[in-house]
């Protein structure tokens, strides 16, 4: 299936793995790019430059498809060394660098004097709008049923993906809700050129994460997330679990006064417990309400084949019915 993404990123399926935080190592990346999609690594998972560096280069060695990094603005006072990271991405030979977060226009003119595509990550038409302005290459439109932070307007993506269409110019992907053949057809028919899926591609067997982690992700319905610090508009889509609740607890409690240091505990440094040691309740970790739609763990090969002999038989239906 050939799409604008398919051509811009030179992939052979219109399907990303997104960044996620201790999900995107080498062995993910490589085994979704192998697959025909694209894989990313999460730059900011990495302690410094030069072991993203390094991770880079594990992935090369382990795919010689296109890959990608993410990498996420944050806005701390103590922020990752920036310029380290996008040198590490241009001299590693990545083609494709997912921007998240704050505005990436600082990175841009090094990243595309490289020859590299952006794909930066929108929750709003507006924000896209600003991305596609500066000079992104194209956008990941994210609704409000994805996992992370889905920003503060609380649109779905049956109605920000079609806002998306009518006023881009630039591709863009849906992200949010997505993880099969009937997620990229309903992307495609509402004018995305590809779907970008997080949660799904943490339920396979080549994520490198706990048995617990994708065991919880299989278990869960749609109804098990819960949406954490809104006051601090910071919105977040997580797994619920005993912190999580603990953590809404406290944001009931303290209403107006709420502050980051008063969840820290149940935030702050809990990914590699649960990621990697697969401690469910250490605290709050990102997934989609697509956890609903998840029933098995497929290796990233069976998950994408399936997920396109799908879409391909869904179209061959409607092309029967006209």
């Known amino acids: 299936m050939k799409t604008a993404i398919t051509e811009m990123f030179g992939i052979q399926h219109p399907i990303i793995q997104g960044g996620m935080h201790y999900v995107g190592f080498a062995e993910m990346a490589a085994a979704v790019s192998n697959a025909g999609g694209l894989g990313i690594i999460t730059a900011l998972t990495q302690k410094t430059p030069g072991d993203l560096a390094n991770e880079i280069a594990l992935c090369k060695d382990m795919t010689d498809k296109p890959i ?87 649109v779905p993506n049956f109605i920000l993906l079609p806002r998306a269409a009518d006023e881009l110019e630039i591709p863009f992907v849906s992200s949010g809700g997505m993880a099969d053949g009937r997620s990229l057809v309903a992307s495609l028919a509402m004018g995305a050129a590809g779907m970008n899926m997080g949660t799904r591609f943490i339920a396979t067997k080549e994520a490198p994460v706990h048995d617990n982690v994708k065991a919880a992700i299989v278990a869960a319905s749609e109804l098990d997330t819960r949406l954490v610090m809104r006051s601090l ?80 038989d869904i179209i061959d239906r409607m092309n029967a019915m006209r």
């Open 233 to 312: 508009r910071n919105t977040e889509r997580v797994m619920t679990n005993a912190a999580v609740e603990r953590l809404l607890e406290k944001e009931k409690t303290l209403g107006d006064d709420l502050k980051f240091e008063d969840i820290i505990e149940e935030v702050a440094g809990v990914y590699p417990k649960i990621m990697m040691h697969g401690e469910m309740d250490a605290g709050a970790w990102s997934c989609g309400m697509v956890a609903g739609l998840i029933n098995d763990i497929p290796t990233c090969q069976e998950l994408i084949d399936r997920i396109m002999a799908q879409a391909e």
């Open 68 to 154: 990608g990094v993410n990498v996420t603005f944050l806005p701390t006072v103590n922020a990752p060394d920036y310029p380290a990271i996008i040198k590490a991405i241009i001299d590693g030979g990545v083609t494709v660098v997912e921007t998240a977060g704050n505005n990436p226009v600082a990175v841009l003119p090094y990243l595309k004097d490289a020859g590299i595509k952006v794909i930066h990550k929108c929750t709003a038409v507006r924000h896209a709008l600003k991305a596609q302005s500066i000079g992104c290459d194209a956008v990941s439109v994210d609704g409000f049923e994805c996992g992370g932070h889905p920003g503060e307007d609380d």
